[in-house]
T-cell receptor, first 122, second 107 residues
């Protein structure tokens, strides 16, 4: 059974930093691209960032480019999102999502974690 | 970025009704269109990829169609468990975008 479990959500002050993680099991992690998708309270889904199976290719939404960094540790079956210079508008539930393919090409999200809440507020 | 626009934004229908949700892309995306279902307080669930291919385990009352810029998700006979918000998503571009969602309720 595929499982994705996010952790690291917290209350953070504006301008602060936070790293969230997604531990996966039930599939060969290194064979699949992964993404982070967020959902602000009461709002729709917004793709944040994606990474290829080998970790070398990374992609970002314009709204987070230069502030967020996606990475993965294939030896530990874990996906990360390092978030710097956080803003109030980054407040959201952050989901990790598995894609169907090795590269972030035609990214179709076939499995999702339960999400972790990040609140940016003073 | 490719903009995805869903209509309607909300919909109320009776059990057994045929329900159709539309998704329009701001440029042609061939058939790189996927659909997700999200129930309140839950993570999204993957339903359909490549515009019309049903994910394994998804009830056959769900179907998708379309190509180019215009797509539809159809539920042939609405069931109580279908109450949810539905999102389309384009995977034509590596800069992924979702529609704003369609909230489906039972009348």
């Amino acid at each position: 059974e595929v499982q994705l479990v996010e952790s690291g959500g917290a209350l953070v002050q504006p301008g602060g930093s936070l790293r969230v993680s997604c531990a996966v099991s039930g599939f060969t992690f290194s064979s699949y691209a992964m993404s982070w998708v967020r959902q602000a309270p009461g709002k729709g889904l917004e793709w944040v960032s994606g990474i290829g199976g080998n970790g070398y290719s990374t992609y970002y939404a314009d709204s987070v480019k230069g502030r967020f960094t996606i990475s993965r540790d294939n030896s530990k079956n874990t996906l990360f999102l390092q978030m710097n210079s956080l803003r109030a508008e980054d407040t959201a539930v952050y989901y990790c999502a598995k894609t169907r393919d090795y590269q972030h090409v035609d990214p179709v999200f076939d499995n999702w974690g339960q999400g972790t809440l990040i609140t940016v507020s003073s | 970025d490719i903009q995805m626009t869903q209509s309607p934004s909300s919909l109320s229908a009776s059990m057994g009704d045929r329900v159709t949700i539309t998704c329009r892309a701001s440029q042609t995306i061939s058939n790189y269109l996927n659909w997700y279902q999200q129930k309140p307080g839950k993570a999204p669930k993957f339903l359909i990829y490549a515009a019309s291919i049903l994910e394994s385990g998804v009830p056959s009352r769900f179907s998708g169609s379309g190509s180019g810029t215009d797509f539809t998700l159809t539920i042939s006979s609405l069931q109580p468990e279908d109450v949810a918000t539905y999102y389309c998503q384009q995977s034509y571009s590596t800069s992924v975008t979702f529609g704003q969602g369609t909230r489906l309720e039972i009348k």
